[in-house]
């Protein structure tokens, strides 16, 4: 992941150091694109990463309505530039029934963004980085196929 440095108050920040098995789940209840980001925010909120999930979930929301996440071989990328975070957040969700986004899309996996106003070009770095390595069909499937967010994790931390 050495392509994804990013400086953050002047410290490297690697793709591998935002991946984190807590921020993870294996199996999303939501069928639809509202309810699935709801259950990653209260995910991230669970674990300490976002202090106001309603605005939060708000600006998301607004943001969603606004500029539709493009989904790309049933992978998302939801994401919100915020004042509410004083650092980059990112919370993982998997369904195998699959997630319905707008345009009637499915998302089978979903990584949800937060990142600092000020953080946008670090941001820019570390999701082009994310979806390069999500356009192999093989981490793809390595990724449905983990059963523990520790495997799915690991599948994303050893991919070159």
């Known amino acids: 992941m050495d392509n994804c440095q990013i400086i953050q108050r002047q410290m490297p920040i690697a793709l591998s150091d935002l991946l984190n098995e807590r921020h993870a789940a294996l199996r999303l209840n939501a069928r639809d694109q509202s309810n699935a980001l709801r259950e990653l925010v209260q995910l991230l909120v669970a674990n300490g990463k976002i202090n106001n999930a309603d605005k939060f979930l708000e600006e998301l929301t607004a943001r969603e309505q606004a500029r ?50 000020r953080m946008a070009s670090e941001y820019l770095i570390c999701v082009g980085a994310l979806a390069r390595l999500l356009q192999d069909e093989a981490v793809r499937t390595a990724l449905m196929r983990a059963r523990t967010t520790s495997e799915l994790i690991d599948v994303l931390k050893q991919t070159p």
């Open 68 to 117: 539709p996440s493009v989904i790309d071989h049933g992978v998302a990328f939801p994401h919100l530039r915020t004042d509410l975070i004083d650092e980059i957040v990112l919370g993982i969700g998997r369904s195998k029934a699959g997630v319905q986004f707008a345009g009637n899309e499915t998302a089978n996996l979903i990584f949800l963004i937060g990142v600092p106003q």
